[in-house]
């Protein structure tokens, strides 16, 4: 198995619309499809609109009814400003508005992969490892896509992914305005994960 290149980046808040898709990979296109809909019926997707699959549990070592996934569509929180937008979006059921990969520094990995759009099933690339108990990675993993999975026809090209970075008591790095991104000597650009 080779080794995968990883760099510490910065977070990259992203503000989203996202609906929870929890069970079975195969309906995970579903969940696509309701949320991109929703964007395009409300006039909230544009040429910037990014595409982030959130992956809390790997499909490959759990409970396939357990994998949680977040399907979510970058939207421009001054879009949201309209009082009228806000009670049809707290209509839909399940419908969230959050601001994600905010919360600590990411670890950016170097090769890139691609899913089956059927099932969310690895096809091509590097597949995600676990990290090591204590390595500094975790959940959740951040999967940016082209584009919605609805408007593929073979397989979901991931074209950037991140792990979040977390101390060694699994609580996640927080980064201080005006100090240094981490301090850890060991974890540099160029790291290299197991």
């Not at 910065?10 to 949320?35: E, K, S």
Request: with cysteine; net charge neutral; proline share 9%.
């Amino acid at each position: 198995m080779s080794q995968d290149r990883w760099q510490i980046v910065p977070p990259r808040p992203t503000p989203v619309l996202c609906l929870r898709h929890t069970g079975d990979c195969a309906y995970w296109l579903d969940t696509w499809r309701t949320l991109t809909a929703l964007l395009f019926e409300w006039g909230l997707a544009g040429p910037h609109t990014r595409a982030v699959g959130v992956l809390y549990d790997l499909p490959d070592r759990g409970p396939v009814d357990g994998v949680r996934y977040d399907a979510c569509l970058s939207v421009d929180h001054a879009d949201l400003n309209n009082c009228d937008m806000w009670r049809c979006l707290e209509r839909v059921r399940g419908l969230r508005y959050e601001v994600i990969m905010s919360e600590a520094p990411l670890a950016k990995v170097g090769s890139r992969h691609s899913r089956r759009l059927a099932d969310m099933s690895m096809i091509s690339g590097a597949h995600p490892a676990k990290p090591r108990r204590g390595s500094g990675f975790g959940a959740p993993l951040y999967e940016v896509y082209p584009c919605s999975p609805i408007f593929l026809t073979d397989d979901v090209p991931v074209v950037e992914w991140y792990q979040t970075v977390h101390t060694a008591d699994d609580a996640p790095v927080r980064c201080a305005p005006g100090r240094p991104l981490i301090t850890r000597r060991s974890w540099d650009h160029g790291m290299r994960s197991s």
